[in-house]
């Protein structure tokens, strides 16, 4: 283990590091830290995300026409994180329910290529959908959807997935 002792001067106030009485050594040390640590938030971050998409990829489901993703998207979904949140879509509404409680009703707009709503940003092979209140609008990347699983990504969110099942 390598200690690092910071120590007054008492003549005139300053500090100096003391480190294996080789400031050099403390130096190189630094820089190795700093490297390190940035390499390794670099790699928890870049695996994170490789394991998500190969996940995605491996649980994805050949769907073909957009009008297939739009139609597989409707009924009641929900949330495999948070079982009291569901989301209701159908009608060209999308409901937001918590604890069994409607919480908004927005207008919902799926687009296959993300470029006829607010989602341009979260273009996916599955397509995109939008939740738009009175004074917001939310995007929504499909990243996998089936008649029973729905997975999708906030537009300019943390990039983390909501996982949803199809409710009966």
Same mark, same amino acid.
């Given at each position: ?16 590091? =003391? ?20 390499? =390794?938030?670099? =790699? ?125």
């Amino acid at each position: 283990m390598i200690t690092v002792f910071i120590l007054p001067q008492a003549l005139n106030g300053t500090y100096f590091f =003391l480190f294996n009485n080789n400031l050099t050594n403390f130096n190189f040390f630094m820089k190795y830290l700093i490297l390190t640590i940035s390499l =390794l938030g670099l =790699l928890a971050c870049g695996g994170k995300q490789a394991k998500t998409e190969a996940a995605a990829g491996a649980e994805t489901t050949a769907v073909a026409p957009s009008g297939d993703v739009a139609k597989m998207l409707e009924g009641k979904w929900q949330s495999v994180e948070d079982a009291k949140a569901v989301k209701e879509i159908g009608g060209g509404k999308i409901v937001d329910i918590y604890e069994g409680k409607k919480m908004t009703t927005n207008k919902f707009e799926f687009s296959a290529d993300c470029s006829g709503n607010a989602c341009a940003e979260g273009k996916t092979a599955k397509g995109c959908f939008s939740s738009a209140g009175e004074f917001d609008i939310e995007c929504f990347s499909v990243i996998n959807v089936s008649d029973t699983e729905l997975e999708v990504s906030l537009v300019g969110g943390a990039g983390k997935s909501n996982h949803y099942k199809k409710m009966k």
